[in-house]
C-alpha cells in the first residue's frame, strides 16, 4: 500500500522519529514491502499556495462591498490569517488525498487542544466564506441596480468554492469510512482526563472517534523493583478509569520500551502491536497501589552525568525580579506540573501576589490542584493566600472581542445614517454587514494575547507581582510570543483606516478600543524582551525527541529574543531493576548531550521522578523543594575558550618581550 504519512503540528517530531530529514514535499522512506513517504507541513507555505492564487479575487471582493481602498484591502488581507496552522493543515490533508500517488494518509497531528481547533476549521472556512458573501452581496444590490439583473462571475465561484471546501472537509471527517480517527493517550490520570474531554468534544462536533491507543504501559519487571510495581498499579487504575468513562471505545496498548523507538524498524514493531488491535490487560494481576518517592535513584543520574559535576539547591525562580515567568516545552514532558510547583513555591516565598495562568486550550490546572480552575481567578483551596489560579476560555475570550467589534461597527454606523438621514436616504446595511465579517478575518490566536495582555495590565498596576504562563506545547507557545507583533500590525492597520474615514464617521468608541490594544501590545512585547522581567523556562525530558525539539525552541527564542534562564530536565530518576537501570544510563546520556547543546548561562534543572506523580499543593510544594542546578563550573564556551586562548598567546608574547630583552 502506497502510504503518506504527513505532521501537522507546528513544531514538528515526524522526521525525528524516522531518523530522516523531511519537508513539506513529501520524500520517500525506505522500508520493506510497501511504499511509504513522509511531509513536515509548513503552514505558511501552505496557506501562501492556496490564497496566492485566490488574493487578487478576494481582494476585489473586499474592495467591491467596503469603503476599503486596496492598500488597506491588501493590508488587511496580508495580516488577517484565521487559524492559519490549523486551516493549512486540513487543506494539505486534502490536496494529499486528492494525489494519486496515495493509497492512506496517516496524519500525526499537534497535541490536544489545538487537534480539537484544526477539526473545527471546516466551520472557520465556511465562516470566512459568508464574511465575503457579506462583501459581495453589496456589489449584487449595485449591479442589479444599475443593469436590471445580475450574472455570478469569478468572485461568486470563489466564495462558493471556499464554503465548498469547508463543507467537504466536514463531510470528511465526520465520514467513519473514509477517516479514522484514532486518539494517543498515556495510562496516566491526567492523559485519561484529557483524553476523555477530547472524546466528548469530538463527538459534539459528531467526528466519530475509532479507538484509543494507550501508549508506554509498563511491561513486568524482569527483577523484583518496587517502582515498576507501583508504575504499573497507577497505570491498572487509570486504564480502569479510561475503561469507565468510554465504555464503548476500544483500546489499544501499546508497550514502553527501554530505548526510544527511532527509524524505521523500531516504528515497525509497533505498528504490528497496533495492528493486533484491541486487546485486554490483566488488571487484577497488578499490585496495589502505593506512593513512593525513590530520591536516592532519582538523584543517582545526577552522580553519573559526569564525574565531578555536583548540584545546589535551587533558589533560581525565587529571584523577585522576575515579572512574567513562561513555561513551555513538547506535550507531555510536564510542564503544567513544573508551573504549578514552581507557582505553589513563589507564593510561599513572597507576600505578593502571584497569578497561574494556563493559555493551553487542553487545560490541565484542574487535574494538577484537584479543584476546578475557570476563566475567573480562583485562591487555591488550603494553598497560599497571595496565589490565583486561572484558566483562559479562549472561546469566551473571542466571543467578548467579536461582541466588542460588533458594538463598534454599529455604533460607526447609526452615527453615518444620523448625520445623513436629514438631507439624503442612506441605506447602510450591506456596508454594515461587510464590516461585521472582517472579525473573521482577525489573525489566529487573537482570543489567547487578549487575555494575556489583560494579565500584562495586571502587572503594570501592581494588582499581581508576578504571572507564571503555563503555555500550550512548543509550536502553539512559539506562536503566542510571536503573535504580539502580527496583531501590533494588524492594529495599526485598522487604525489607518479609521483615522482615513474620520471625516465621514468620526472614531467614537472604536478608536479608543483599538488604541487601547496597541497599547496593550506595546506593553507585552516590552515585557517579553526585557531579561531582567521575562524568563522562558523549557521543559523537557531526558530522551532523544524531546532533546531535539528543545534544542530546536532554543534557536526560536533566542531569534525573538526572548530570556531564557533554564531547562528543567523533568522525571529524572528510575528503579532499580536491570531494564531500569538500562533507561536511567540511556537518560542520563541524554542529559549530558543536552548540556554540550545549551549556552553557559542557562541553568539545568534536574526535577526527579515521583509516583504517584505530584498533584495538590502541598506535594507539589515538597516536590519543588527536591529540584537541583547541575553546576556549569567544568563546562566553557567558545567565547571562553577563546579568552583562554588569548591569554596564552598574550603569555607567550610577554615570554618573547622577556627574551628579547635578555638579548
Same mark, same amino acid.
Given at each position: 500500500?502506497?502510504?503518506?504519512?504527513?505532521?501537522?503540528?507546528?513544531?514538528?517530531?515526524?522526521?525525528?522519529?524516522?531518523?530522516?530529514?523531511?519537508?513539506?514535499?513529501?520524500?520517500?522512506?525506505?522500508?520493506?514491502?510497501?511504499?511509504?513517504?513522509?511531509?513536515?507541513?509548513?503552514?505558511?507555505?501552505?496557506?501562501?499556495? !492556496?490564497?496566492?492564487?485566490?488574493?487578487?479575487?478576494?481582494?476585489?471582493?473586499?474592495?467591491?462591498?467596503?469603503?476599503?481602498?486596496?492598500?488597506?484591502?491588501?493590508?488587511?488581507?496580508?495580516?488577517?490569517?484565521?487559524?492559519?496552522?490549523?486551516?493549512?493543515?486540513?487543506?494539505?490533508?486534502?490536496?494529499?488525498?486528492?494525489?494519486?500517488?496515495?493509497?492512506?494518509?496517516?496524519?500525526?497531528?499537534?497535541?490536544?487542544?489545538?487537534?480539537?481547533?484544526?477539526?473545527?476549521?471546516?466551520?472557520?472556512?465556511?465562516?470566512?466564506?459568508?464574511?465575503?458573501?457579506?462583501?459581495?452581496?453589496? &456589489?449584487?444590490?449595485?449591479?442589479?441596480?444599475?443593469?436590471?439583473?445580475?450574472?455570478?462571475?469569478?468572485?461568486?465561484?470563489?466564495?462558493?468554492?471556499?464554503?465548498?471546501?469547508?463543507?467537504?472537509?466536514?463531510?470528511?471527517?465526520?465520514?467513519?469510512?473514509?477517516?479514522?480517527?484514532?486518539?494517543?493517550?498515556?495510562?496516566?490520570?491526567?492523559?485519561?482526563?484529557?483524553?476523555?474531554?477530547?472524546?466528548?468534544?469530538?463527538?459534539?462536533?459528531?467526528?466519530?472517534?475509532?479507538?484509543?491507543?494507550?501508549?508506554?504501559?509498563?511491561?513486568?519487571?524482569?527483577?523484583?523493583?518496587? !517502582?515498576?510495581?507501583?508504575?504499573?498499579?497507577?497505570?491498572?487504575?487509570?486504564?480502569?478509569?479510561?475503561?469507565?468513562?468510554?465504555?464503548?471505545?476500544?483500546?489499544?496498548?501499546?508497550?514502553?520500551?527501554?530505548?526510544?523507538?527511532?527509524?524505521?524498524?523500531?516504528?515497525?514493531?509497533?505498528?504490528?502491536?497496533?495492528?493486533?488491535?484491541?486487546?485486554?490487560?490483566?488488571? /487484577?494481576?497488578?499490585?496495589?497501589?502505593?506512593?513512593?518517592?525513590?530520591?536516592?535513584?532519582? /538523584?543517582?543520574?545526577?552522580?553519573?552525568?559526569?564525574?565531578?559535576?555536583?548540584?545546589?539547591?535551587?533558589?533560581?525562580?525565587?529571584?523577585?525580579?522576575?515579572?512574567?515567568?513562561?513555561?513551555?516545552?513538547?506535550?507531555?514532558?510536564?510542564?503544567?506540573?513544573?508551573?504549578?510547583?514552581? /507557582?505553589?513555591?513563589?507564593?510561599?516565598?513572597?507576600?505578593?501576589?502571584?497569578?497561574?495562568?494556563?493559555?493551553?486550550?487542553? &487545560?490541565?490546572?484542574?487535574?494538577?490542584?484537584?479543584?476546578?480552575?475557570?476563566?475567573?481567578?480562583?485562591?487555591?483551596?488550603?494553598?497560599?493566600?497571595?496565589?490565583?489560579?486561572?484558566?483562559?476560555?479562549?472561546?469566551?475570550?473571542?466571543?467578548?472581542?467579536?461582541?466588542?467589534?460588533?458594538?463598534?461597527?454599529?455604533?460607526?454606523?447609526?452615527?453615518?445614517?444620523?448625520?445623513?438621514?436629514?438631507?439624503?436616504?442612506?441605506?447602510?446595511?450591506?456596508?454594515?454587514?461587510?464590516?461585521?465579517?472582517?472579525?473573521?478575518?482577525?489573525?489566529?490566536?487573537?482570543?489567547?494575547?487578549?487575555?494575556?495582555?489583560?494579565?500584562?495590565?495586571?502587572?503594570?498596576?501592581?494588582?499581581?507581582?508576578?504571572?507564571?504562563?503555563?503555555?500550550?506545547?512548543?509550536? &502553539?507557545?512559539?506562536?503566542?510570543?510571536?503573535?504580539?507583533?502580527?496583531?501590533?500590525?494588524?492594529?495599526? /492597520?485598522?487604525?489607518?483606516?479609521?483615522?482615513?474615514?474620520?471625516?465621514?464617521?468620526?472614531?467614537?468608541?472604536?478608536?479608543?478600543?483599538?488604541?487601547?490594544?496597541?497599547?496593550?501590545?506595546?506593553?507585552?512585547?516590552?515585557?517579553?524582551?526585557?531579561?531582567?522581567?521575562?524568563?522562558?523556562?523549557?521543559?523537557?525530558?531526558?530522551?532523544?525527541?524531546?532533546?531535539?525539539?528543545?534544542?530546536?525552541?532554543?534557536?526560536?527564542?533566542?531569534?525573538?529574543?526572548?530570556?531564557?534562564?533554564?531547562?528543567?530536565?523533568?522525571?529524572?530518576?528510575?528503579?532499580?531493576?536491570?531494564?531500569?537501570?538500562?533507561?536511567?544510563?540511556?537518560?542520563?546520556? &541524554?542529559?549530558?548531550?543536552?548540556?554540550?547543546?545549551?549556552?553557559?548561562?542557562?541553568?539545568?534543572?534536574?526535577?526527579?521522578?515521583?509516583?504517584?506523580?505530584?498533584?495538590?499543593?502541598?506535594?507539589?510544594?515538597? !516536590?519543588?523543594?527536591? !529540584?537541583?542546578?547541575?553546576?556549569?563550573?567544568?563546562?566553557?564556551?567558545?567565547?571562553?575558550?577563546?579568552?583562554?586562548?588569548?591569554?596564552?598567546?598574550?603569555?607567550?608574547?610577554?615570554?618573547?618581550?622577556?627574551?628579547?630583552?635578555?638579548?
Amino acid at each position: 500500500m502506497r502510504t503518506l504519512v504527513i505532521s501537522t503540528d507546528p513544531a514538528p517530531s515526524l522526521g525525528d522519529a524516522l531518523k530522516r530529514p523531511l519537508s513539506h514535499h513529501p520524500r520517500r522512506v525506505a522500508i520493506g514491502g510497501g511504499t511509504l513517504y513522509a511531509a513536515e507541513i509548513d503552514a505558511q507555505k501552505a496557506l501562501n499556495r !492556496w490564497l496566492t492564487p485566490r488574493r487578487r479575487a478576494l481582494e476585489q471582493i473586499a474592495l467591491r462591498g467596503t469603503w476599503l481602498d486596496e492598500e488597506d484591502v491588501t493590508k488587511l488581507l496580508r495580516l488577517s490569517l484565521p487559524g492559519i496552522d490549523e486551516v493549512a493543515a486540513l487543506l494539505e490533508i486534502a490536496r494529499f488525498g486528492t494525489d494519486s500517488r496515495f493509497d492512506l494518509i496517516v496524519v500525526d497531528t499537534a497535541p490536544t487542544g489545538h487537534t480539537l481547533r484544526m477539526l473545527t476549521m471546516p466551520e472557520t472556512l465556511r465562516r470566512v466564506a459568508t464574511a465575503f458573501d457579506r462583501m459581495q452581496a453589496k &456589489h449584487r444590490v449595485v449591479v442589479q441596480a444599475l443593469t436590471g439583473s445580475y450574472a455570478a462571475d469569478d468572485t461568486d465561484a470563489l466564495i462558493a468554492e471556499i464554503d465548498g471546501e469547508g463543507r467537504d472537509l466536514a463531510t470528511l471527517l465526520r465520514d467513519s469510512v473514509a477517516s479514522h480517527v484514532s486518539w494517543v493517550t498515556l495510562p496516566e490520570d491526567m492523559s485519561v482526563n484529557e483524553t476523555q474531554a477530547a472524546a466528548v468534544a469530538l463527538a459534539d462536533s459528531r467526528i466519530p472517534l475509532r479507538d484509543v491507543i494507550v501508549n508506554r504501559l509498563t511491561p513486568e519487571p524482569p527483577d523484583p523493583c518496587r !517502582w515498576c510495581d507501583s508504575r504499573r498499579a497507577i497505570e491498572a487504575q487509570a486504564m480502569a478509569r479510561l475503561h469507565s468513562g468510554l465504555p464503548r471505545m476500544a483500546t489499544i496498548e501499546v508497550a514502553a520500551r527501554a530505548r526510544e523507538p527511532r527509524g524505521v524498524r523500531a516504528l515497525a514493531k509497533i505498528g504490528v502491536e497496533i495492528e493486533a488491535g484491541p486487546r485486554g490487560a490483566d488488571m /487484577a494481576a497488578r499490585a496495589r497501589v502505593r506512593r513512593i518517592r525513590i530520591v536516592p535513584t532519582a /538523584a543517582r543520574p545526577v552522580r553519573v552525568a559526569s564525574a565531578g559535576i555536583p548540584v545546589k539547591q535551587l533558589d533560581l525562580f525565587d529571584r523577585r525580579t522576575a515579572r512574567f515567568i513562561l513555561f513551555g516545552g513538547k506535550g507531555g514532558v510536564g510542564k503544567t506540573t513544573c508551573a504549578a510547583a514552581t /507557582a505553589v513555591s513563589l507564593a510561599k516565598t513572597i507576600t505578593d501576589p502571584v497569578l497561574l495562568l494556563s493559555t493551553d486550550p487542553a &487545560h490541565s490546572l484542574t487535574d494538577v490542584f484537584g479543584q476546578p480552575v475557570t476563566d475567573e481567578p480562583v485562591r487555591l483551596a488550603g494553598g497560599p493566600a497571595n496565589l490565583r489560579i486561572r484558566e483562559i476560555d479562549a472561546g469566551r475570550e473571542l466571543n467578548r472581542i467579536r461582541a466588542r467589534y460588533t458594538r463598534n461597527v454599529d455604533a460607526l454606523f447609526d452615527r453615518i445614517v444620523h448625520q445623513r438621514s436629514s438631507t439624503v436616504h442612506v441605506d447602510a446595511s450591506h456596508d454594515r454587514e461587510a464590516m461585521h465579517g472582517l472579525i473573521e478575518l482577525a489573525p489566529p490566536g487573537m482570543d489567547e494575547l487578549a487575555a494575556v495582555i489583560d494579565v500584562v495590565d495586571a502587572i503594570e498596576t501592581n494588582s499581581v507581582r508576578t504571572i507564571l504562563i503555563d503555555t500550550a506545547p512548543t509550536g &502553539h507557545a512559539l506562536r503566542l510570543l510571536e503573535m504580539p507583533e502580527l496583531v501590533h500590525e494588524w492594529t495599526k /492597520a485598522l487604525m489607518g483606516i479609521l483615522l482615513k474615514y474620520q471625516p465621514v464617521a468620526g472614531i467614537g468608541e472604536f478608536g479608543p478600543a483599538l488604541v487601547k490594544l496597541s497599547q496593550g501590545l506595546g506593553r507585552l512585547r516590552a515585557l517579553l524582551t526585557d531579561a531582567a522581567k521575562t524568563s522562558f523556562i523549557v521543559v523537557t525530558r531526558g530522551a532523544a525527541l524531546p532533546r531535539e525539539e528543545t534544542r530546536d525552541l532554543l534557536r526560536q527564542l533566542d531569534r525573538l529574543g526572548v530570556h531564557m534562564p533554564a531547562i528543567v530536565v523533568n522525571a529524572v530518576g528510575r528503579g532499580t531493576c536491570r531494564r531500569c537501570q538500562s533507561e536511567a544510563r540511556i537518560e542520563q546520556r &541524554h542529559i549530558n548531550a543536552l548540556k554540550k547543546q545549551i549556552p553557559r548561562y542557562v541553568s539545568v534543572v534536574i526535577a526527579p521522578a515521583e509516583l504517584p506523580p505530584p498533584h495538590g499543593q502541598e506535594r507539589l510544594w515538597c !516536590w519543588k523543594r527536591q !529540584w537541583a542546578i547541575l553546576t556549569q563550573g567544568t563546562r566553557d564556551t567558545g567565547q571562553g575558550k577563546r579568552e583562554k586562548g588569548k591569554g596564552k598567546r598574550e603569555k607567550g608574547k610577554g615570554k618573547r618581550q622577556k627574551g628579547k630583552g635578555k638579548r
